[in-house]
């Protein structure tokens, strides 16, 4: 996938991120039942012919933008981290801290895309990245027979950890990210080590 995208002619690619910037702009006008090929091609300073050169139609569009976006996040996520490998929790804060500021450096975008309840298709794809990544974080630590000594099932605690982890980002962004990336990572740590506070 790297090998494609690196072969990728650069003319297709400033297209494809014309077209992007064009829907995120027309997003934040309009609701996407009011999108039409004309207007993203237009705003985009295309024309139609050349959209369909690179899409079937907007849901096509919108489906090819969810995995561009995963496969950034993922290139993001599988950067090496700089934490000790026997320093777990400053490993999984680094990766999470990669993750909240590329989200940071392309708010347009992510505001659009997972802060709005019109495009599912973004905030599923990312939902299941998240929830395959908690899955190698509760592998990685053991943490396994520790849910199961407190009664939990390992899947319930990715789907609540996952769960939990989008709708605070999806926050975050509608309430224009008040707190920087770096404070938010330390603060889910917070979180992960003391989930019983909010017991008490």
């Known amino acids: 996938m790297d090998e494609k995208k690196t072969n990728t002619d650069p003319r297709v ?24 090929v004309n207007r993203i091609a237009e705003r985009a300073t295309i024309n139609r ?31 090496p981290s700089t934490a000790s490998s026997d320093d777990e929790g400053d490993m999984d804060g680094t990766i999470l801290l990669n ?8 708010a347009a975008f992510y505001k659009v895309v997972l802060a709005s309840k019109r495009t599912p298709v973004f905030t599923d794809r990312l939902l299941k990245l998240l929830k395959e990544l908690i899955t190698v974080i509760v592998d990685r630590r053991g943490s396994e ?4 000594k407190a009664g939990i099932q390992k899947d319930i605690a990715i789907w609540y950890s996952s769960s939990a982890l989008i709708g605070t980002i999806v926050a975050w962004l509608r309430h224009d990210m008040p ?6 990572a330390e603060q889910f740590s917070l979180l992960r080590r003391h989930p019983h506070r909010f017991d008490e």
């Open 145 to 148: 027979s520790n849910l199961s």
């Open 99 to 106: 993750l909240l500021e590329h989200i940071a450096s392309h």
């Open 13 to 36: 690619v400033r297209t494809r991120q014309l077209i992007r910037d064009a829907f995120v702009e027309l997003l934040q006008e309009m609701d996407i039942e009011k999108l039409s």
């Open 49 to 79: 012919v050349t959209f369909y050169l690179h899409y079937r139609d907007i849901p096509d569009m919108m489906e090819k933008m969810a995995d561009d976006m995963i496969q950034e996040i993922e290139a993001i996520l599988e950067k």
């Open 179 to 184: 707190y920087t990336p770096r404070y938010m």
